[in-house]
């Protein structure tokens, strides 16, 4: 396991490929400390990745020009290393850039076709700079297809490259065995999973639970939040002042995808106060392991929690007042009662429902 949070995003892509290598032969390309081949199921091929990973470098600093293009450049050898033996047919690009970026290059040279899946950070955060929007718009233009793992990021995705994009949804596998089951009333137990990064609304989680009153932390049996991030230094002061007012607290780092799986078996309300989100992972993890949330009605988490009936309590306000209501609402509720509606959406995050989807999409065409 990383200690940069990057472990959901790394369980779901293995999770996925091992879906994939059971219908079709697959081999994989991805980060690595150096460039190399893992003789595994499906064989990767791994790119010098540098010290930092691309999404923590920005193109706008010069100073990260240099480990930038070294990486770009070891990604597209290894892709065309993982191509060399003519028995690539298709590639698929996790994300529109810089993977994409990669794949059109070699898949022009072989005279093969690609496809790219936009999973948010590319189309959101790459697309508002005006040289790279205009790559990433012809890179997802030309692909043959493009799948999105968010309907309101497809919808973004399609109108900067000029074409549809179809909704493909992402999610690492979880057992989805309880430890607990989920309580009926309270003393509930929230938990906050994922990275301190104002996007994700850790903040304006921290503001909402000084705004709770005595009754309603005679409500919560413990708040925990786990994760890391940018946010560290203003997440532990403001956990130190809860803490000595007597609010109870519990502060860990990331979590791997077994960790995250048991705190979530064991938690009765999982919090998502973000700001800008498609389907965050964590959101199809609480519903592998029937866990309730508590979200702000930001990008598809509505259409989400929605879907059929109700597994959460939602605020339209995205302010610290606006959640910290919904969690007043949330724990006067019988919590297990949001916890069943969560089995009737299990099948729309099975990650061997999306590896058939997107094989039988290709096989089409």
């Known amino acids: 396991m990383t200690n940069d949070g990057s472990e959901a995003a790394g369980a779901f892509v293995a999770d996925f490929v091992d879906e994939l290598a059971k219908l079709t032969p697959t081999r994989v390309v991805g980060p690595g400390t150096n460039e190399a081949i893992e003789h595994t199921t499906a064989p990767v091929w791994r790119f010098a990745a540098g010290d930092k990973p691309l999404s923590l470098l920005s193109p706008l600093n010069p100073l990260h020009w240099i480990p930038i293009l070294r990486t770009l450049r070891s990604l597209r050898r290894q892709v065309a290393a993982a191509c060399a033996d003519g028995r690539v047919r298709h590639i698929l690009a996790l994300w529109v850039l810089p993977s994409g970026w990669a794949a059109r290059s070699v898949a022009r040279r072989l ?4 496809s790219v899946w936009a999973l948010g950070s590319d189309i959101w955060s790459l697309g508002k700079l005006p040289i790279i929007r205009n790559l990433l718009g012809c890179v997802g233009k030309e692909a043959s297809f493009a799948f999105a793992d968010g309907i309101q990021l497809g919808k973004d995705a399609e109108t900067l490259c000029h074409r549809p994009f179809e909704f493909l949804p992402s999610s690492r596998k979880l057992s989805g ?6 309580a009926t009333e309270p003393p509930y137990r ?3 999973l994922g990275r301190w990064h104002p996007n994700k609304g850790i903040d304006l989680l921290l503001e909402a639970l000084h705004l709770l009153d005595d009754e309603d932390w005679q409500k919560i049996e413990e708040v925990h939040i786990a994760g890391g991030g940018p946010l560290e230094h203003i997440v532990q002061q403001e956990v130190e002042k ?9 502060l860990s780092g990331y979590q791997s995808k077994f960790e995250a799986e048991e705190i ?3 938690t009765d309300w999982l919090l998502i106060p973000s700001r800008i989100e498609s389907i965050p992972v964590v959101l199809s993890d609480s519903i592998q392991m029937q866990t309730p949330t ?11 929690v929605s ?11 995205i302010s610290p007042q606006g959640f910290s209501q919904a969690i007043k609402s949330a724990i006067r509720e019988n919590a297990s009662s949001y916890s069943t509606a969560t089995i009737t959406k ?5 990650t061997a429902n999306s590896a058939k989807s997107l094989l039988q999409r290709i096989g089409a065409r």
């Open 307 to 317: 879907l059929l009936s109700p597994s959460g309590i939602q605020t339209n306000e």
């Open 264 to 266: 979530l078996s064991m």
């Open 346 to 350: 299990k099948e729309l995050f099975s």
């Open 111 to 114: 005279g093969i076709s690609y």
């Open 242 to 250: 809860l803490r000595l007012v007597g609010r109870p607290l519990r």
């Open 190 to 192: 929230l938990l906050f």
């Open 177 to 182: 065995i309880r430890s607990r089951p989920v």
């Open 294 to 304: 508590i979200t702000t009605a930001t990008g598809d988490i509505p259409r989400i």
